[in-house]
């Protein structure tokens, strides 16, 4: 144990296992079922339920037949024919996520946030107020229980590869504590490709080595598996078969994008069509920045065509902006741009970078009509009468190929 001088000249002990990773319990379908408690133990995929729709989370209960994330919409439902698809609602993962982070916050102020629904905790400082780690997990999930009626799995280590791979064993709903002295117990049986970086082509090589598991690996011979995988992914591979991992949790990090994109249900090649998409999607990311606060430098335009070519066009504003009309008259530009007509377009995505925040912002040069105003008056709107109350008269003609019957 590591010991530090605490106020008052007293001495403080930090424990060996300090960090901690909470993982919510199938976040997205969680947050359904308590909108709509009809969903309740019943298999449940988040996503587009279209032919090229994607599972971006599914319910236990649909796990059980093998649906998992990024999975396919299709094969989902050959799999679990009786899986029951809800579009995803940000704006209700987000306010869980902001309650959930509240809580973490209330044990520590060291919190890294991965996702909406996952984050890094750092306990060390924290041990005198709520007791040792695996009680300070404990109490974390109590009061995210409490204040959430979610689940969450916790993972508690001696440092933060450890406690993911923790808290991926603790699911779902519980708890997997990693003592100092416990590791090569804990890791050992583990199979490889558990480890961060071992992907399909990475395992392949190793099963045709007889590396299957954890041990094997911290087992093999450093110039067996420079040899097979180069040096930089051995030495890594090496590092994390030993539960090494010298990481420090990194409280807060500021987004650097904020983007929305839409595959449609069938390409779309009409001019028209592209534009009122950008237009929606430009008003996405708009009412994002300004809820998040926020005001972006660099407008992106994304296009995946018929053929799966991806091609990216960015621009640089003056001014930063969290205006609708200003990212939809730069993806207009940039879309007119490209050097060929009649696209056939499978993706659109906008998007926002170079974030600065709000306040240090310059202020926006004033435009004729006062969009912004007008902008903001529809987050007003939304936020007392729902999502999608208000929006541009433009958007009301939808061609078929769009996501929604209405924005």
Not at 55 to 83: D, F
Not at 205 to 224: I, K, N, Q
Not at 227 to 245: C, F, I, P, V, Y
Not at 252 to 271: C, I, L, Q
């Amino acid at each position: 144990m590591r010991r530090r001088r605490g106020m008052m000249g007293s001495v403080a002990t930090r424990p060996p296992e300090p960090i901690l990773h909470v993982d919510m319990d199938a976040f997205y379908a969680s947050v359904e079922a308590l909108k709509d408690p009809s969903l309740a133990g019943k298999p449940v995929a988040v996503g587009g339920s279209a032919a090229r729709g994607v599972v971006m989370s599914a319910s236990y209960e649909a796990r059980r037949h093998g649906v998992r994330s990024a999975m396919p919409s299709v094969r989902a439902r050959r799999l679990c024919p009786e899986l029951i698809f809800v579009h995803p609602d940000f704006d209700a993962y987000r306010a869980a996520s902001n309650q959930i982070r509240q809580v973490m916050l209330s044990f520590t102020p060291v919190v890294e946030p991965l996702s909406l629904d996952e984050a890094f905790l750092d306990v060390g400082g924290a041990v005198r107020l709520f007791g040792e780690p695996p009680e300070i997990a404990r109490k974390v999930r109590a009061a995210i229980l409490e204040g959430t009626s979610l689940t969450a799995s916790v993972g508690v280590a001696p440092n933060k590869f450890l406690a993911k791979l923790a808290s991926d064993a603790a699911k779902p709903d519980g708890i997997v504590h990693v003592p100092a002295d416990g590791v090569r117990a804990f890791l050992d049986p583990l199979p490889v490709n558990a480890l961060w970086g071992v992907g399909e082509r990475t395992h392949e090589v190793l099963l045709r080595l007889g590396v299957r598991t954890v041990a094997e690996l911290a087992a093999t011979s450093p110039v067996v598996l420079e040899r097979a995988l180069g040096d930089q992914s051995s030495r890594h591979l090496g590092t994390l078969a030993r539960g090494e991992d010298d990481r420090a949790v990194v409280p807060y990090d500021a987004p650097k994008s904020v983007s929305h994109e839409e595959t449609f249900e069938r390409d779309v090649d009409d001019d028209d069509e592209v534009l009122r998409e950008v237009l929606r999607l430009s008003h996405r990311v708009a009412a994002r920045l300004r809820a998040d606060g926020y005001r972006a430098r660099t407008v992106t335009l994304k296009i995946r065509l018929s053929n799966f070519t991806t091609l990216t066009r960015s621009r640089t504003l003056p001014d930063a902006t969290d205006s609708a009309a200003d990212l939809h008259r730069v993806g207009a530009e940039l879309y007119a741009s490209l050097p060929f007509a009649r696209r056939r377009i499978r993706l659109l995505g906008v998007a926002g970078t170079g974030l600065v925040p709000a306040g240090a912002a310059q202020l926006a040069r004033y435009r004729a009509g006062r969009w912004p105003d007008a902008e903001r008056a529809l987050d007003r709107i939304d936020e007392r009468f729902g999502r999608g109350s208000a929006f541009p008269a433009a958007l009301l003609r939808r061609g078929p190929a769009g996501p929604f019957s209405r924005p």
